[in-house]
């Protein structure tokens, strides 16, 4: 028999349980794709060799694995089971998976952080990005969710929540410590970063309506060139900002409203429009006129060798069929 600590839902019935598995599996999917296609274009336009393009990068690799590790997260649990448990001997690999979740969540909120914050200095202050900031962008996005994802260890918390592994929820915890982990250890961090966040837009947005009303002298004109062309990069922190702060916030006030709420629905709800914003990474980065143009390119070469070498191959054989012909004409000249 399983411990009690390893029950997952105390709430969720099975049929219930193996719906949430197909939402969470369907989620993930969408956001590994999206994540994938994003980093696809980056090295099919060979655009990581500039600083903006490469926090585009940063920011698709760690959704990426987040969203890997939300489709693996369902692996350890046991759908054979009422209440829903753990499977026998996958304690340890729940709590990695648990911990993996949490990390590559916070590491995707950093690198959506990090965008704002690079806009917002060229937005307000006119730095120029460039290669002197790369080792802060890497040290920022995956250096920096280390100091913060392992708390929940402190009290053994990651493992069994819902239909798949994270923070424990009140049915494998007390109340008490599954609200100090998953919103003080979790929400409430992720909440404050996209506040940030919809602060740095707010003023970068303002700053960039502005700007057709400011003097617009050489040195402006720069500026301004600058911000065009990060500002596409917006795009997915902004969506994923409203739709998290949206997310957390109608997870408090229901909270509120019901203190007996099944936790993992809200949490179901949460992850499942964190990998609907994903769909804007690629989009953000196609949205770059430069980027169309060196895809656009690439397609055109792409094409024109496909051309070439089917003419190549055609020439051969023409040439081919006229030298054996050539060849059956001279013997049989030789023999008159």
């Not at 099919?44 to 489709?71: D, F, Q």
């Not at 993996?100 to 995707?108: E, I, R, V």
């Not at 089917?310 to 054996?324: D, P, Q, W």
């Amino acid at each position: 028999t399983m411990e009690a600590n390893n029950s997952s839902s105390c709430n969720i019935g099975v049929g219930e349980a193996k719906q949430h598995i197909a939402i969470n599996s369907a989620f993930a999917v969408l956001g590994t794709l999206a994540s994938a296609s994003a980093i696809l274009l980056v090295l099919v336009t060979r655009a990581y060799r500039k600083y903006v393009y490469r926090l585009t990068l940063y920011l698709a690799i760690t959704s990426l694995c987040s969203a890997l590790a939300l489709g693996f997260a369902v692996i350890p649990i046991d759908l054979d089971t009422t209440p829903i448990l753990l499977k026998d001997g996958w304690n340890a690999t729940c709590t990695s998976l648990g911990y993996l979740n949490q990390y590559f969540g916070f590491s995707s909120i950093f690198a959506s952080f990090w965008i704002c914050l690079n806009i917002f200095a060229v937005a307000i202050f006119g730095v120029k990005l460039g290669h002197r900031l790369d080792y802060v962008g890497p040290v920022v996005v995956f250096i920096l969710p280390l100091l913060v994802s392992w708390v929940p260890f402190i009290d053994n918390a990651f493992g069994p929540t819902g239909v798949w592994c994270w923070i424990k929820d009140r049915c494998s915890m007390s109340v008490a410590d599954a609200i100090k982990f998953q919103f003080g250890a979790s929400f409430g961090p992720f909440a404050v970063l996209y506040l940030s966040s919809l602060f740095l837009i707010a003023v970068i947005i303002l700053r960039f309506c502005a700007g057709s009303l400011c003097d617009r002298g050489h040195l402006q004109q720069k500026k301004w060139a600058a911000l065009k062309e990060v500002m596409p990069l917006l795009i997915y922190p902004t969506a994923c900002s409203l739709v998290s702060v949206t997310a957390v916030l109608t997870i408090i006030i229901f909270g509120a409203m019901k203190p007996n709420m099944d936790g993992s629905v809200a949490t179901l709800w949460v992850i499942s429009s964190l990998q609907v914003a994903k769909v804007f990474i690629p989009l953000s980065f196609l949205l770059h006129p430069s980027v169309r143009r060196k895809l656009a390119s690439r397609i055109h070469t792409v094409q024109k060798d496909e051309n070439s070498l089917f003419s190549t191959t055609s020439t051969g054989v023409n040439t081919a069929a006229t030298s054996k012909h050539e060849q059956d004409y001279l013997l049989s000249s030789r023999k008159n």
